[in-house]
């Protein structure tokens, strides 16, 4: 797929600095960096719920999502 979007993202008009390029490049390794946080957040989340339900339930320690 970014084969395709390389053509709109890095278009010669906006050159020879790039700035608008960089920019759309440097967001979305911010929200690639942001969403990986929230699904490790989530991840953790579902450890202790895990871990809750074993520790109620008095059950040997299961299945754990790594992190």
């Known amino acids: 797929m970014s084969h395709i ?18 920019a759309i490049c440097i967001v979305a390794n ?4 942001l969403m990986s946080w929230a699904f490790r957040n989530h991840l953790s989340h579902l450890n202790q719920g895990l871990e809750a339900e074993d520790v ?4 040997p320690k299961g299945f754990r999502y790594l992190l």
């Open 56 to 59: 109620r339930l008095n059950r």
């Open 5 to 22: 979007l390389t053509s709109y993202i890095w278009p010669t008009a906006w050159g020879p600095s790039y700035a608008r390029s960089c």
């Open 30 to 33: 911010a929200l690639c960096i």
